[in-house]
């Protein structure tokens, strides 16, 4: 399935401002105890690109990705996912 994640201008996440996607490269989430949906410890992206820029803002670039689903796409989260790790594929 193909998800959508939008980052800054230069392909930096907009949490951190470190994490840089790149079209062929695999994303790993940083590593933390108690990861959160919303929070450090996953990569986040969408099954609708109009959902990628809560939290975002204007210019951004919009990637697609793949990847499995470790939390969201639920009630709380509908449109949002938390992964380990992304594949940029453009």
Same mark, same amino acid.
């Given at each position: 399935?193909?998800?959508?994640?939008?980052?800054?201008?230069?392909?930096?996440?907009?949490?951190?401002?470190?994490?840089?996607?790149?079209? +062929? !490269?695999?994303?790993?989430?940083?590593?933390? @105890?108690? =990861?959160?949906?919303? &929070?450090?410890?996953? $990569?986040?992206?969408?099954?609708?690109?109009?959902?990628?820029?809560?939290?975002?803002?204007?210019?951004?670039?919009?990637?697609?990705?793949? +990847? !499995?689903?470790?939390?969201?796409?639920?009630? @709380?989260? =509908?449109?949002?996912? &938390?992964?380990?790790? $992304?594949?940029?594929?453009?």
């Amino acid at each position: 399935m193909i998800y959508y994640k939008a980052t800054r201008p230069d392909g930096t996440d907009f949490f951190s401002g470190t994490i840089l996607y790149e079209p +062929g !490269k695999t994303i790993r989430a940083p590593r933390v @105890d108690k =990861p959160r949906i919303c &929070g450090p410890g996953f $990569l986040h992206a969408a099954d609708v690109p109009a959902e990628t820029l809560i939290g975002g803002s204007w210019p951004c670039r919009l990637f697609e990705v793949t +990847g !499995k689903p470790h939390a969201g796409f639920d009630a @709380d989260h =509908p449109h949002k996912g &938390g992964f380990k790790q $992304l594949k940029v594929i453009r």
